[in-house]
């Protein structure tokens, strides 16, 4: 039995039920009080940790199982989780603060879920409150993603489930382990990677995140994704499919970026993109890359929790949200300018911030495992990083051209999470044995040797000076680019149409049909002798449809209870 | 750009390629880990091959052009500069034509009908009736050729082009 009362899951949805009961300056410092709390009792665990109770006689729910990797998670998550809500302190309505922190819970839940059951639970619950996080915006095209998103992630729950079921059925254990080969192993895989956002299962999130608020998108950045990349890394270490799959997760999220107008909608492709290295790494599975997977995981969580705010707090300030409509708003925002750019060095990998130390450590490992041409493909991915959020989102947004954009004042706890952000990013890249002596395998690496740092400072140059040439051509397109959910979004409205034309004449008529029947019936027994009557005005047919259905209930309870009485008996 | 900027940026690569000449590697499994400059070579290209790789896919498969209707200045009130949407007259996914009635909207306490700009696809609404927009705010999208769009974007955000 550990250290504590309940599990830090329990801490975030106990504080996310007591929010609304609290007002003002109280509320404020409760809810930056709970992830300082849980922080402190991540502190105090040590690895092998478990709390358990018994489930359905024969199981049990392991609530809290404590390894290395899983605290290496639990720690970034709650980490963004006081910066998101430092940054969403202003918001007055307590539903996006009740939503986050239930959201941030159910990924804790995740986090320690020590079996299948518990961990599909926590995984449903973070779906549901991510939704009410998209939906807390409350206008009609959030309304409407946060619909896609929970239809998409109902989906892939039920894929998992199903999973579960036969992994159930053929090891007759739920501890999360690897699943049994055949149907279980690959709807788990399934249901995992749709959370992870691979390719084709990914347009749930470039589409649903830009439509959250400014201030919710932080939280949802950081969760869904990073803890399918967990449960990835702990059953299906080493799957070959995820080497590729990875590897073409970074390059896809790198090209769609570039085609991308909406500022967040393009920070949302590069989440893919990265996530794609934390697959990657996963799919090599040698100590090195698992330890890559999970600090880049660590760093990605603040480098793309200090982008969004930069990009939320310009879309906060202007009321824009697209390139082509921004620019030259430099001297006005020079501080989110400055923040904005901590971020995008270190998710490019630029010597001195996070991206550095992470990154090209699942670099390093696809060479070490002789896989050159995954080597090639994630470094060219980095270069397509640096180019649209370091390169061409910046120029666009901050130093194109003026148009007389007028900007609004930020709420100084917007600035102050972004600030904390943007350092966390550069302490650990300049100190980066913090973040690695946290590591689950402990595997010696040394970012910053001569020629890494020569070589990545090349590369970002080389970029810079194609870009430059380019630039001209690169500007936003006032253009929607079409991703895999048209599909989904095609196949639904026809579902619609479907439902609402030939299936509902269908049902009509069948229950047309029915009541005619049950009517001719009724006929029978009242009248006998008229056996058939055809029911002429729509009065008398209400009038014999109630009689109908009270005789139709009353036949179905007596054979109901017949049926009763007889399994009685017979048992 | 200017050229000062090109010589810096020149300069810096320089630099960064002549100190690589002088560095030991030092994780070398592939050849290409000992050849000098390889990083600012392959980044070079590399992000050739990136831009013009997602222009082709853009421009012939995944491009839709869409314009974002705002809320114009005059359509709103001028002491707040906000405006109530009262009504849609069409819904998302509907062909329009030109100066067909779009919204009807509320300013201060008057009711008037916007029109729609050009012939296209109403693709998006951002407003439900009794929501209040300030200006400049997008009121729904509408999805048009790509010439109409820049004619759109000069109308509605002045006459600065994108690529100044």
Redesign the interface.
């Known amino acids: 039995m550990p250290s504590c009362i309940f599990p830090p899951a329990l801490i975030y949805i106990g504080a996310a039920i007591l929010v609304p009961s609290l007002r003002g300056r109280i509320r404020d410092v409760f809810i930056l009080l709970v992830p300082v709390i849980a922080f402190a009792q991540l502190l105090t665990f040590t690895p092998g940790e478990f709390w358990t109770i018994p489930f359905l006689d024969d199981y049990q729910l392991i609530l809290l199982k404590v390894e290395l990797i899983r605290l290496c998670f639990a720690y970034v998550f709650v980490i963004l989780s006081f910066l998101a809500t430092l940054y969403a302190l202003h918001i007055k309505q307590p539903g996006q603060h009740v939503a986050g922190l239930f959201y941030v819970g159910a990924s804790l839940g995740v986090v320690f879920a020590g079996d299948y059951f518990t961990l599909f639970v926590f995984w449903e619950l973070m779906a549901v409150s991510s939704a009410a996080v998209i939906l807390s915006r409350n206008n009609r095209s959030s309304r409407h993603a946060a619909y896609r998103y929970l239809l998409v992630h109902i989906a892939g729950g039920a894929c998992l489930m199903a999973g579960i079921v036969f992994q159930l059925a053929a090891t007759d254990s739920i501890a999360v382990v690897t699943p049994a080969p055949g149907l279980p192993f690959y709807l788990i895989l399934i249901g995992f990677c749709l959370n992870a956002a691979v390719p084709p299962l990914s347009a749930w999130l470039s589409d649903a995140y830009p439509e959250a608020s400014v201030t919710g998108a932080i939280y949802l950045t950081a969760y869904t994704t990073k803890t399918a990349v967990l449960v990835l890394a702990l059953v299906f270490s080493g799957t070959e499919i995820l080497i590729w799959a990875g590897a073409i997760m970074t390059l896809y999220g790198v090209v769609f970026a570039m085609l991308e107008n909406d500022i967040r909608r393009l920070l949302g492709y590069h989440i893919i993109s990265q996530v794609g290295y934390m697959v990657c790494g996963v799919g090599l599975g040698t100590e090195l890359a698992v330890d890559g997977a999970t600090s880049h995981a660590f760093s990605h969580i603040l480098y793309k929790g200090v982008l969004f705010m930069g990009a939320g707090a310009v879309i906060h300030a202007t009321g824009r949200r697209r390139m082509s409509e921004l620019g030259g708003i430099l001297r006005k925002m020079p501080l989110t300018f400055i923040l904005y750019m901590i971020g995008a060095f270190s998710i490019a990998g630029a010597p001195g911030w996070n991206g550095f130390i992470s990154k090209s450590m699942i670099i390093t490992a696809a060479s070490d495992v002789h896989m050159p041409v995954i080597e090639l493909m994630l470094v060219l991915a980095s270069i397509g990083t640096f180019l649209s959020t370091g390169l061409k989102l910046p120029y666009y947004t901050f130093i194109a051209p003026d148009r007389g954009i007028k900007v609004g004042r930020l709420p100084k706890n917007m600035t102050a999470a972004m600030i904390g952000g943007a350092f966390l990013c550069t302490m650990f890249g300049i100190f980066p044995d913090l973040l690695y002596r946290l590591l689950p395998f402990a595997s010696e690496y040394h970012p910053y040797t001569a020629d890494h740092i020569f070589g990545s400072l090349g590369c970002m140059i080389a970029t810079g000076l194609v870009f430059m040439i380019f630039a001209r051509y690169l500007g936003g397109h006032m253009t929607i680019t079409t991703d895999t959910d048209w599909f989904y979004r095609k196949a639904g409205n026809y579902l619609l149409r479907f439902t609402e034309g030939p299936l509902d004449n269908g049902a009509q008529a069948f229950t047309r049909f029915v009541v005619r029947s049950v009517e001719n019936v009724t006929n029978a027994i009242y009248h006998p002798g008229s056996i058939i009557r055809t029911s002429d005005s729509s009065a008398a047919a209400r009038g014999t449809l109630i009689q109908s259905i009270g005789i139709g209930v009353g036949l179905t309870s007596v054979v109901g209870i017949m049926y009763l009485i007889f399994f009685y008996f017979s048992v | 750009?200017s050229k000062r900027?090109?010589f810096i940026?020149?300069g810096?690569?320089a630099l960064?390629?002549a100190?690589?000449f002088f560095?030991?590697?030092?994780?070398t499994?592939?050849p290409w880990?000992t050849i000098p400059?390889?990083?600012?070579?392959?980044?070079?290209i590399?992000?050739?091959?990136?831009?013009l790789?997602?222009?082709v896919?853009?421009q012939f498969?995944?491009?839709?052009?869409?314009?974002?209707v705002p809320l114009e200045q005059r359509n709103a009130d001028t002491g707040s500069s906000t405006a109530r949407v009262l009504n849609w007259l069409v819904e998302s996914g509907v062909r329009v034509s030109e100066n067909q009635p779009i919204v009807e909207i509320e300013i201060s306490g008057n009711t008037k009908v916007l029109l729609a700009p050009a012939r296209g696809k109403v693709?998006?609404?951002?407003?439900?009736p009794g929501?209040e927009l300030?200006a400049?705010?997008t009121l729904y999208?509408i999805?048009v050729t790509?010439t109409v769009?820049?004619m759109l974007?000069k109308r509605f955000?002045?006459e600065?082009d994108?690529?100044?």
């Open positions: 750009m900027t090109y940026v020149i810096a690569l960064v390629c100190a690589e560095v030991h590697p030092h994780h499994i592939y880990h400059c390889f990083e600012a070579v392959f980044g070079g590399g992000c050739v091959a990136i831009i790789v997602s222009r896919l853009g498969f995944l491009w839709r052009t869409t314009f974002s693709v998006q609404l951002f407003a439900d929501n300030r400049g705010e999208n999805e790509h769009a820049e974007q955000c002045g600065e994108a690529h100044a």
